[in-house]
C-alpha cells in the first residue's frame, strides 16, 4: 500500500482476493476501476483496467501511471459475487516535491481498507465513511477497546491468544510488516 503516488511514475498495485477472509481466489478475473481522468494507462470498458495474476499464487497486479497531481480513489472489482472495494483516496504528487508524511492514524485507516479489515470488521456508525460500512463477519470494532499488546498480537498472529469473537471465525494472517501492525494498532 503505497502513501502516494507520483506523476509519470509507474507503480504496481498488487492484491489478494479471498473468499470469507482466508481462502485464496486464484480463478477470478478482478479489475481496477479509476477515475475517469488522470492516468496514462490505456482504459478498457469505460474507466477499467484489468489486473493480471502475478509470480505469486493468489495475488493479483496491475501498473498504474498517474498524469496528474491530485487525489484519486481507485475501486477494486474482486469478480467475485460482485464484490467490489472501494480504497481510500490515493495521495498523487508532482516529482521532486516532498510529501507530507501521513499521520499513524491516517495510515491505519488506509490500511483497514486497503488489507480487507474492514470486510469482516463493519463500522456501522460511521458516516464520513460509507465505504467502511460494508459487513459485519467479525466484531464491530466501534466503541470497543483493546489493549496495545492484544491488538498487535492479534493482528500479527491472529491464531494466537484468546478469541474475542465466539465461533470459528479467525481472522486470516496478512503477513503484515511491523509498521502497518503499528499502523492499524
Known amino acids: 500500500m503505497p502513501e502516494y503516488l507520483e506523476v509519470g511514475t509507474p507503480t504496481t498495485l498488487s492484491f489478494t482476493i ?64 460482485d464484490l467490489k472495494v472501494a480504497l481510500l483516496p490515493f495521495r498523487v504528487i508532482v516529482p521532486e516535491s516532498v510529501p507530507v508524511a501521513l499521520s499513524d492514524a491516517e495510515r491505519g485507516r488506509q490500511l483497514f481498507v486497503a488489507k480487507g479489515c474492514s470486510t469482516c470488521h463493519a463500522k456501522l456508525q460511521d458516516d464520513q465513511n460509507v465505504e467502511l460500512r460494508f459487513a459485519g463477519f467479525g466484531p464491530s470494532l466501534v466503541g470497543r477497546t483493546f489493549s496495545v499488546d492484544y491488538l498487535t498480537t492479534k493482528i500479527k498472529n491472529p491464531a494466537e491468544g484468546p478469541s474475542t469473537v465466539a465461533g470459528s471465525m479467525v481472522m486470516p494472517q496478512l503477513a503484515l510488516d511491523g509498521r502497518e501492525v503499528e499502523a492499524l494498532v
Not at 479509476?34 to 496491475?62: M, T
Not at 498517474?66 to 467475485?80: C, K, Q, S, V
Open 18 to 81: 479471498r473468499q470469507h477472509g482466508k481462502t485464496v481466489m486464484w480463478d477470478r478475473e478482478p479489475s481496477l476501476i479509476l477515475p475517469a481522468h488522470g492516468w496514462f494507462d490505456r482504459l478498457i470498458k469505460g474507466n477499467r483496467v484489468q489486473a493480471q495474476k502475478s509470480e505469486e499464487c493468489g495475488v493479483y497486479e496491475r501498473t498504474i501511471t498517474p498524469r496528474t497531481a491530485g487525489e484519486f480513489a481507485i475501486t477494486i472489482d474482486t469478480d467475485l459475487f
